[in-house]
């Protein structure tokens, strides 16, 4: 029998990446689709496997019983609740580092707390917050998400972050010690975060946004900078970034994963999804976060 899997291109990927983090909207993303599909019936095929199929995310399960889990609120910036989804160990005989998971442009979903539970099996504090929770949490319609992310002031989600940093590392079973890992709109929160918080130890930003080059002087915590060979919209800013941070002086590593698309790490996205480059990009992040955080 025929493969019937609906062929996707390169240039299907990039018109989605278009529709999802610049102003392409979803009529007009459809219809782009369609032409390079060659008819409505497989750009309806292939538009599920751009995106994200929740039912897919979950690598460690939510009932794990190596893990304490648990959702919880804490003051924001502005004395605003923000909501958090909280997971560490079970056993554990020490004080334990700390990693803020922050989540791509649909917010805290079920893929971001699947990651925070594979970074608490790491032996982390981790505590994927909802940076949507001043504007009322995150929604179950990605769109709805996806337009909110563009209401959002960057200083006040860096004073979120911070104030995250502050709760996490002060929270019993802590050692002090917070890092942050962020992805697509995360991975920027993260780069910026850097800038403004130097109580934060360690900031591992996958294909995020690059801060600019003048902030950077102020970043003091060590960096490692993931990116695929294939996202020419954000890889369009390493250079620059490498630049200001051998100028100043600064602790970083960048890794390029050729053939590796935007989102690579999200393995809930078939089309995107590079188990190859996102496990040797985890190994990475984990025994980066280890010698930072320990």
């Not at 805290?108 to 970074?119: E, T």
């Not at 989600?157 to 995250?164: H, L, P, W």
């Not at 993260?190 to 930003?205: F, I, K, Q, T």
Request: proline residues 4%.
């Amino acid at each position: 029998m025929a493969d019937e899997t609906p062929k996707i291109t390169q240039a299907m990927i990039s018109a989605y990446d278009e529709y999802t983090h610049l102003h392409l909207d979803r009529r007009r993303f459809m219809e782009r689709l369609t032409a390079l599909a060659g008819s409505g019936a497989a750009a309806a095929a292939i538009a599920p496997l751009l995106g994200a199929d929740a039912a897919r995310a979950e690598m460690t399960p939510e009932g794990d019983d190596r893990l304490e889990i648990r959702n919880l609120t804490y003051p924001g910036a502005s004395g605003a609740a923000m909501a958090g989804y909280f997971a560490r160990p079970k056993t554990t005989a020490s004080a334990l580092g700390g990693v803020i998971v922050i989540h791509e442009n649909r917010g805290l979903n079920n893929h971001i707390k699947d990651v925070a539970r594979r970074m608490a099996l790491e032996g982390f504090n981790a505590l994927a917050v909802d940076f949507l929770s001043p504007k009322g949490g995150t929604p179950a319609d990605e769109d709805k998400a996806r337009q909110m992310f563009a209401t959002l002031d960057p200083e006040t989600v860096a004073a979120n972050g911070e104030a995250s940093r502050a709760f996490l590392a002060g929270m019993q079973g802590a050692n002090g010690k917070v890092g942050a890992v962020g992805f697509c709109w995360g991975g920027g929160a993260v780069n910026n975060l850097a800038v403004r918080s130097p109580e934060l130890a360690a900031g591992v930003a996958y294909y995020g946004a690059q801060p600019k080059a003048e902030d950077v002087a102020s970043i003091k915590a060590p960096l490692m900078l993931h990116y695929g060979g294939l996202d020419d919209r954000i890889n369009a800013g390493i250079p620059g970034f490498r630049e200001a941070l051998e100028r100043n002086g600064k602790t970083f590593e960048i890794f390029v994963y050729e053939g590796a698309n935007h989102a690579f790490n999200n393995d809930t996205s078939a089309a995107r999804y590079d188990k190859a480059a996102a496990d040797l990009a985890w190994s990475r992040t984990t025994a980066f976060f280890k010698k930072y955080l320990s």
